[in-house]
């Protein structure tokens, strides 16, 4: 079965120093996967996605990922966290299992990160 | 500018009154989704469409409906049988990567509060 732990509910961080939002997932398959973050009353936006291409990923705003098959981990990292990551953001896997001739997506329960000044 | 409108981005309705909410495409994709959030959760499906005409429960679609006549639109509508409405319902659409993968990409979301 199919399912996502993001490792941590909050994660608060000084500016400038390092992000590390932790993702773990379980698939039947080599699955796709994304993250998402979300400011308040607003909608998800994409910020990385691998899919079975390069294992690090880069995305927008400085954020990266690296997929480790081996650890069944897909953690998000920034090097300088700025006031604006302050957000809440979401680890997703896309499987191969089709239902209706689409795909299963699955949603962490989120991470939210404070950024302090 | 390609994208995903919902509307109206906040919205209050007495208990018991069924409610309907937009989600208009204009990214000529074919899927779109209807999901629900609520805090400290992620979000939960709750419908879903490949095509027009065509649509599928999600995992918590008890109190809800949906119709798909065109391509673009995809309404919500929150019944008076579902038991706790008051959340954050956000409508996204997906276009497929690849062979093993699709993007989904969302729409601001309607906050319903229901008293």
């Known amino acids: 079965a199919q399912s996502v732990t993001q490792l941590d509910s909050h994660v608060s961080v000084s500016e400038g120093t390092p992000v590390l939002l932790r993702c773990n997932y379980s698939s039947s398959y080599s699955p796709s996967l994304f993250w998402y973050v979300q400011h308040p009353n607003k909608g998800l936006q994409l910020l990385l996605k691998?899919?079975?291409?390069?294992?690090l990923v880069k995305g927008i705003n400085g954020f990266e990922a690296e997929f480790k098959k081996s650890e069944t981990s897909f953690h998000l990292t920034k090097p300088s966290a700025h006031m604006s990551d302050a957000a809440e953001y979401f680890c997703v896997v896309s499987d191969l299992m089709r239902l209706g001739g689409g795909f299963k997506t699955i949603f962490g329960a989120g991470t939210r990160l404070f950024v302090k000044a | 500018d390609g994208g995903i409108t919902q509307s109206p981005k906040y919205l209050f309705r007495k208990e018991g009154q069924n409610v309907t909410l937009s989600c208009e495409q204009n990214l000529n994709h074919d899927a779109m989704y209807w999901y629900r959030q609520d805090p400290g959760q992620g979000l939960r499906l709750i419908y879903y469409s490949q095509i027009v005409n065509d649509f599928q429960k999600g995992d918590i679609a008890e109190g809800y409906s949906v119709s798909r006549e065109k391509k673009e639109s995809f309404p919500l509508t929150v019944t008076s049988a579902q038991k706790n409405p008051t959340a954050f319902y956000l409508c996204?659409?997906?276009?497929?990567?690849?062979?093993?993968?699709?993007?989904?990409?969302f729409g601001p979301g309607t906050r319903l509060t229901v008293t």
């Open positions: 691998y899919t079975s291409a390069a294992t």
């Open positions: 996204a659409s997906s276009i497929a990567l690849n062979d093993r993968a699709y993007e989904q990409y």
